[in-house]
């Protein structure tokens, strides 16, 4: 255990790591679904010009959904366990 922190504050930082990690990968995941889309509809002549120059955005958002959606669920939730307390 960290020197100062308590029990319950280990716990917490052990989930929210655990939460971010898994959301980090699913992010990976997404961005390369949305890679191999792309790459897919590229060869096959199925890809818009208005895809093409939105390309980047749409790999960093499905990178960054999960992650953003992970610090959102954990404010949140701090936020509640802060009012209770």
Known sequence: MAAGTKGADISELTRMM??????????FADAQME?????????????QFSEMTGAGTSL????????????????RRLSRKHRKA
């Open 18 to 27: 655990n939460e971010k990690v898994t959301a980090a990968s699913q992010g």
């Open 35 to 47: 890679l191999l889309r792309l790459t897919t509809a590229a060869v096959t002549g199925k890809l």
């Open 60 to 75: 960093a958002d499905a990178a960054l959904s999960p992650s953003l959606l992970a610090v959102k669920s954990n404010s």
